[in-house]
């Protein structure tokens, strides 16, 4: 499993971005991912987890309504969409691939790199 993020970006609170997670490996499809994201200055924190099937979702309470993850396991591609964005949602954004469902990001097996999302007020 090797992931790439991508899709960061500045924008203004209220506004979207979507961020793709890849993985050029070929075992995509046996794993769930999870989205995570720190913040200057505070710990690394869930955000969603979808998985391997993409029947169940689960979200932080923080992004519960606004944010959606989902995946398309033909193109070994994970998704996170953003909508309602707020100044507090500044952070780096992970992807990372688990073996169990679970929103505990020590028991993920591999991460990807990050990309920077910047929410303006």
């Known amino acids: 499993v090797q992931l790439q993020a991508s899709g960061g970006g500045l924008v203004q609170a209220g506004g979207s971005l979507r961020l793709s997670c890849a993985d050029s490996g070929r075992t995509f499809s046996r794993y769930h991912m999870g989205w995570f994201r720190q913040a200057p200055g505070k710990e690394r924190e869930f955000v969603a987890t979808i998985t391997w099937s993409g029947v169940s979702t689960f979200y932080a309470d923080s992004v519960k309504g606004r944010f959606t993850i989902s995946r398309d396991n033909a193109k070994n591609t994970v998704y996170l969409q953003m909508n309602s964005l707020k100044p507090e949602d500044t952070a780096v954004y992970y992807c990372?691939?688990?073996?169990?469902?679970?929103?505990?990001?020590?028991?993920?097996?591999?991460w990807g790199q990050g990309t920077q999302v910047t929410v303006s007020s």
């Open positions: 990372a691939a688990a073996r169990v469902v679970t929103t505990t990001g020590r028991s993920y097996d591999y």
